[in-house]
T-cell receptor, first 108, second 113 residues
Framework: KNEVEQSPQNLTAQEGEFITINCSYS?????LHWLQQHPGGGIVSLFMLSSGKKKHGRLIATINIQEKHSSLHITASHPRDSAVYIC??????????FGTGTRLQVFP | DGGITQSPKYLFRKEGQNVTLSCEQNLNHDAMYWYRQDPGQGLRLIYY???????QKGDIAEGYSVSREKKESFPLTVTSAQKNPTAFYLC????????????FGSGTRLTVV
């Protein structure tokens, strides 16, 4: 079993829909990252969280340390949000562990 | 602005040639890392360095080499011994101390033909 699990693996949505991507982890962590990878491969760092909630534009990230769970929400989704979203945690043993990603496609 | 620069974004090489991927940071971070991504898999650690002139093998170091002669730079060489070098390569850095997060480069996609 992977130490960082993302769900769903694939997600399709219509433009304007509210989207949630989930990340669960089984190790102690000091920080959690959400990354975006567009077709063609470039990585963009969206959020780093150690507690609570962060918001940037239409993106919201939350983390529940007790439940070992984080969610990434996209409000009013747009085709340009189509990408792979990757969750990564910095473990208490100082290791960075990546999820396998969630592929999102938003159709007009 | 501070950050990590990986260059080039796309790289093509002929089979049997060594190729070096660049990773430069101006964040004064102590630790630097190289990861590899294959389709459908999470990123896996190739090599990391926590201090200048020192580096450690990660989970998939075979066929790769690195150097850390300067704090700012951590180049990765994909050697001809790497059996399947076509992949996406990501560089990351972090200050010393677990309360910090990581900074990520944008990545280099290497295709060997």
């Amino acid at each position: 079993k992977n130490e960082v699990e993302q769900s769903p693996q694939n997600l399709t949505a219509q433009e304007g829909e509210f989207i949630t991507i989930n990340c669960s982890y089984s190790v102690g962590i000091s920080a959690l990252h959400w990354l975006q990878q567009h077709p063609g491969g470039g990585i963009v760092s969206l959020f780093m969280l150690s507690s609570g909630k962060k918001k940037h534009g239409r993106l919201i990230a939350t983390i529940n340390i007790q439940e070992k769970h984080s969610s990434l929400h996209i409000t009013a989704s747009h085709p340009r949000d189509s990408a792979v979203y990757i969750c990564a945690v910095r473990s208490d043993t100082d290791k960075l562990i990546f999820g396998t990603g969630t592929r999102l496609q938003v159709f007009p | 602005d501070g950050g990590i620069t990986q260059s080039p974004k796309y790289l093509f090489r002929k089979e049997g040639q060594n190729v070096t991927l660049s990773c430069e940071q101006n964040l004064n971070h102590d630790a630097m890392y190289w990861y590899r991504q294959d389709p459908g898999q999470g990123l896996r650690l190739i090599y990391y360095s926590q201090i200048v002139n020192d580096f450690q093998k990660g989970d998939i170091a075979e066929g790769y080499s690195v150097s850390r002669e300067k704090k700012e730079s951590f180049p990765l060489t994909v050697t001809s011994a790497q059996k399947n070098p076509t992949a996406f390569y990501l560089c990351a850095s972090t200050p010393r101390g677990r309360r910090y997060g990581y900074t990520f480069g944008s990545g280099t996609r290497l295709t060997v033909v």
